[in-house]
């Protein structure tokens, strides 16, 4: 049990779908992240909130978008992906900026 | 651009070897370099580094950070094959609100 949770753990959809990411932290961290993992290459850097304001955007494409009502919980929501967009989507939380980052389990995206 | 470099890329080794990883880069803005495993899912916090020369131990595994020479090394002694995993260096810079990962090394122990 890491303390960071996400859902779903498996989502497939089409390019058409609009559907959201959840991620949950029951470490009282003040910080969460959005990460994605493809095959081959490193993690990278989707979005950084810090008590509830965004403070990174890492050049993401407009279909992704994030919204964190509170310090506990981190949405990303998908609308029209495209097959590349398949990956891994890992969720991550820490006390502040300058602390480890503890990750979710991540959600596998399969984009047909 | 920050870039971290890890080496080797996969690794087959067989229980009770020792081994070490190890991980370089190139950033602007060092704050501390984190060591992280990933099995199946979620990567899992092994080790954050800030200062020069000061060795982080936990059981079998233990780190050490070099900022003049740029790098770290992950050790990993009397391996088992649960250490099998991908190894994962990351930087963190800036204000540190930027995390930078390296492609990872494949541990693979076997028998």
């Known amino acids: 049990e890491t303390g960071v949770t996400q859902t779903p753990r498996h989502l497939v959809m089409g390019m058409t779908n609009k559907k959201s990411l959840k991620c949950e932290q029951h470490?009282?961290?003040?910080?969460m992240y959005w990460y994605k993992q493809s095959a081959k290459k490193p993690l990278e850097l989707m979005f950084v909130?810090?008590?509830?304001?965004?403070?990174e955007n890492n050049s993401v494409p407009s279909r992704f978008s994030p919204e964190c009502p509170n310090s506990s919980h981190l949405f990303l929501h998908l609308h029209t992906l495209q097959p590349e967009d398949s990956a891994l989507y890992l969720c991550?939380?820490?006390?502040?900026?300058?602390?480890?980052?503890?990750f979710g389990p991540g959600t596998r995206l399969l984009v047909l | 651009e920050d870039k971290v470099v890890q080496s080797p890329l996969s690794l087959v080794v067989h229980e009770g070897d020792t081994v070490t990883l190890n991980c370089s880069y190139e950033?602007?803005?060092?704050?501390?370099l984190l060591w992280y495993k990933q099995e199946k899912k979620a990567p899992t916090f092994l080790f954050m580094l800030?200062?020069?020369?000061i060795e982080k131990k936990s059981g079998r595994l233990s780190s050490i950070l070099d900022k003049k020479e740029l790098f770290s090394i992950l050790n990993i002694t009397a391996t088992q094959t649960g250490d099998s995993a991908v190894y994962l260096c990351?930087?963190?810079?800036?204000?540190?609100?930027?995390?930078?990962f390296g492609t990872g090394t494949q541990l693979k122990v076997e028998l």
């Open positions: 470490l009282g961290h003040n910080a």
């Open positions: 909130y810090n008590f509830k304001e965004q403070t």
């Open positions: 950033v602007t803005n060092f704050r501390s």
């Open positions: 990351a930087v963190l810079t800036g204000g540190g609100n930027k995390l930078t």
């Open positions: 991550a939380s820490s006390q502040d900026q300058e602390r480890a980052q503890y």
């Open positions: 800030t200062s020069s020369g």
